[in-house]
């Protein structure tokens, strides 16, 4: 079955401009979660949906950055007035049931957002 | 809070020689689940192997294996027989289930293999 898909996957925009980064999870999954990775880094952690609901947004660096899944499938990532250390690639994971005794996270291949 | 150390920055060996990924976790609970994800040059991270922290048997699947020691609260991956496909970028990752499920990763290990 297919994966984790993420569109664009390359993403060019200027200081200031407003981005909205997509990811279509894996059918019938019904966790999903974003992390950010930097160059040379390991994903960080941005925020974590149970269906429509975001369950854990810790993770979001400021208010300039936020997500929604209004249907518990597809979920947008938006990030306002971009600023230069935005620039990484941000990934999107699914899993089945985000029950830790038996999940396992699967990534798409990332949106690489350049902010010039 | 939780956390994942990955001390070697990059490793090259050449061809058919073994070697071994160390992985280092910090942890305030009890149940806890530990990962291995393989990031080829493409980009995309695969997932390896999930292990949960009641478990400590050493599993292998095929060239891969992997010591879970809790003791000294490691969880190292070792290839054997090294090969070119193997050269990838290795993350170890540690997630909480009562914190959210948020995954912390570590820094990863550049794996390179030479022909």
């Known amino acids: 079955g297919a994966g984790v898909s993420q569109t664009p996957s390359n993403k060019v925009t200027e200081k200031g401009k407003y981005v909205e980064l997509r990811c279509d999870p894996i059918s019938g999954h019904t966790a999903l979660y974003w992390y950010r990775q930097s160059l040379g880094q390991g994903p960080e952690f941005l925020i974590y949906f149970q269906g429509t609901g975001a369950a854990d947004d810790s993770g979001l660096p400021n208010d300039r950055f936020f997500a929604v899944r209004p249907e518990g499938s597809v979920s947008t990532l938006k990030i306002q007035r971009t600023e230069r250390g935005d620039s990484a690639v941000y990934l999107c994971?699914?899993?089945?049931?985000?029950?830790?005794?038996?999940?396992?996270?699967?990534f798409g291949p990332g949106t690489r957002l350049t902010v010039l | 809070a939780q956390k994942v150390t990955q001390a070697q920055t990059e490793i090259s060996v050449v061809e058919k020689e073994d070697v071994t990924l160390d992985c280092v976790y910090e942890?305030?609970?009890?149940?806890?689940?530990l990962f291995w994800y393989k990031q080829p040059p493409s980009g995309e991270l695969v997932f390896l192997i999930r292990r949960n922290s009641f478990d400590e048997q050493n599993e292998i699947s095929g060239r891969y294996s992997w010591n879970f020691q809790k003791s000294t609260s490691s969880f190292n991956f070792t290839i054997t027989a090294s090969q070119v496909v193997d050269s990838a970028v290795y993350f170890c990752a540690l997630s909480e289930p009562y914190n959210n499920n948020d995954m912390r990763f570590g820094a990863g290990t550049r794996l390179t293999v030479k022909p």
């Open positions: 994971a699914s899993s089945l049931t985000g029950s830790g005794s038996t999940d396992t996270q699967y």
């Open positions: 942890t305030r609970d009890t149940t806890y689940y």
